[in-house]
């Protein structure tokens, strides 16, 4: 019996509704376990991390059983349902809606890693916004700049 072999490689970027600082340091690493875990939990790999104050990058192996959608409907709904119950934030947390998803090959994995990882220092010389929209052309992925994250530099 034939079976289904992949290899996908996708780093996610979402971002916290209202583009508030709330991600903190005191709980950064926990809710970074949290998220891996809720990736691993759905047959995918979390490769790397990182949560920015604002916004995640999250380098995931993919399943071929779920869809990228479905993968952040249920990061994004479970971690956030996670930190209003521990409380780590005065009034309630959520996720802005959207997100990013760009797709490497495996040869590119430790460029991403490192990219992911070096987020705090990254985000010292360049916004967000700038990164994002970086992304995006970098990609060539059409958008309407009405739909993208909302910006509040």
Known sequence: MPNTYTQLY???VFAVK??????????????????CGIVNGLKCKAISIYCNPDHVHLLVGMSPDISPSKLMEQVKSSSSKWLNEKKYIQGRFEWQSGFGAFTYSKSQLNNVIGYIIKQPQH???????DEYLLLLEKFEVPFNSKYLFEWYE
């Open 10 to 12: 996708v780093q996610f």
């Open 18 to 35: 209202g583009r508030q600082n709330l991600i903190h340091e005191t709980f950064r690493d926990e809710l970074e376990k949290i998220m």
């Open 123 to 129: 985000h010292k010389k360049q916004s967000f916004r």
